[in-house]
């Protein structure tokens, strides 16, 4: 799964890697090291026309749901099953997004304990989750957009590490992922595999990334342990 990631780029960093025009982005972010579910988080659409840079809350809330509870349960969804569940049915056909990233953790069980992990790439650079997003309208008319990101079966880096990863798109294939003219799930269903492991690195993180209360350049400083 991928319940914890980083993007510590500046604003003008974002657009200029997605080249988004400054009047279709956020008018403001900051790096942030220990991003968790339920969160605002930073995605990438094509609304049809532009490609734009906004914020939805992590945790897919379908449009048909009767409230936002499921959100929180909903943080991702698996690749095989995404053109049979209905929570991602449609979204997987017609509501994509990129959701940027500089690394992600994932726990490693120990006899006694859990070792956290940050993966990134090798390169240093910024690289995109593959993720869905929906927009739910509560009774009294206010909107809520969310968003999930997509795993996939693990490569050999992480397999010791976690049975399941983040779909992390090659750069060449976002286009073709939010292109809303792309209505062949099985096409898109090609993208969705393990990133090479030989392009990846995990390090060893302190245990100061389990609590989402810290956020701060010391959660991807990599220890000993």
């Known amino acids: 799964m991928c319940g914890r990631y980083s993007l510590t780029v500046t604003l003008e960093e974002l657009m200029l890697r ?3 025009d400054a009047a279709l982005a956020v008018p403001y972010h ?3 090291y220990n991003i968790a579910p339920t969160q605002l988080v930073v995605s990438v659409i094509h609304d049809g026309q532009n490609f734009r840079l906004g914020e939805l809350r992590w945790g897919l809330v379908p449009s048909w749901a009767k409230d936002e509870s499921m959100g929180s349960r909903m943080i991702n969804a698996r690749s095989e099953t995404l053109k049979d569940k209905p929570a991602y049915k449609i979204p997987f056909a017609r509501k994509r997004c990129l959701i940027p990233a500089d690394g992600f953790y994932e726990w490693q069980k120990r006899e006694n304990s859990k070792q956290p992990y940050r993966i990134t790439l090798r390169s240093g650079s ?5 993720g869905l997003y929906d927009t739910w309208i509560a009774p009294d008319g206010s909107k809520t957009s969310t968003c999930t990101i997509i795993t996939t079966t693990p490569n050999s880096l992480m397999a010791p590490i976690h049975n399941r990863m983040p779909v992390i798109l090659k750069p060449e294939d976002e286009m073709k992922w939010l292109n809303r003219q792309e209505i062949t799930t099985s096409s898109l269903q090609q993208l969705l595999v393990p990133y090479p492991a030989e392009a990846m690195q995990a390090d060893p993180v302190s245990t100061e990334v389990n ?4 956020d ?6 990599k220890s000993s342990s």
């Open 211 to 214: 609590s989402v209360r810290n």
């Open 216 to 221: 701060s350049p010391s959660c991807i400083v």
């Open 18 to 20: 997605y080249q988004i």
């Open 30 to 32: 900051h790096p942030q």
């Open 126 to 130: 910024m690289f995109s989750f593959a």
